[in-house]
Nanobody
Framework: QVQLVESGGGLVQPGGSLRLSCAAS????????IAWFRQAPGKEREGLSY????????NYADSVKGRFTISRDNAKNTVYLQMNSLKPEDTAVYYC????????????????WGQGTQVTVSS
């Protein structure tokens, strides 16, 4: 069964850091571009970052550029999102997604999705 599972979310104070993980089971991530998205209540799903299957290409939304870093460890079949300098407006459910096609920050470009992990930034 093809599955993506996010972990690492939680409650953090403004200015703090979290590292999210996206682990795949039932398939290998080697050939997939992976992206991270988030969705806050009442808002559309927002593309944050992607990494190509090779890991050589990454991209970030302006809202997280310079604060978030995406990386992958194909040996562990896992992709990470390091989040630093977190702000209250980063509060959302964070999702990872996989695509066999070229990476994009648009949700429609992804075939597999995780269930999401909650990130809450609050003092």
């Amino acid at each position: 069964q093809v599955q993506l599972v996010e972990s690492g979310g939680g409650l953090v104070q403004p200015g703090g850091s979290l590292r999210l993980s996206c682990a795949a089971s039932g398939f290998t991530l080697d050939y997939y571009a992976i992206a991270w998205f988030r969705q806050a209540p009442g808002k559309e799903r927002e593309g944050l970052s992607y990494i190509s299957s090779s890991g050589r290409s990454t991209n970030y939304a302006d809202s997280v550029k310079g604060r978030f870093t995406i990386s992958r460890d194909n040996a562990k079949n896992t992709v990470y999102l390091q989040m630093n300098s977190l702000k209250p407006e980063d509060t959302a459910v964070y999702y990872c997604a996989a695509s066999i096609y070229s990476p994009t920050l648009l949700p429609g470009g992804y075939q597999y999705w995780g269930q999401g992990t909650q990130v809450t930034v609050s003092s």
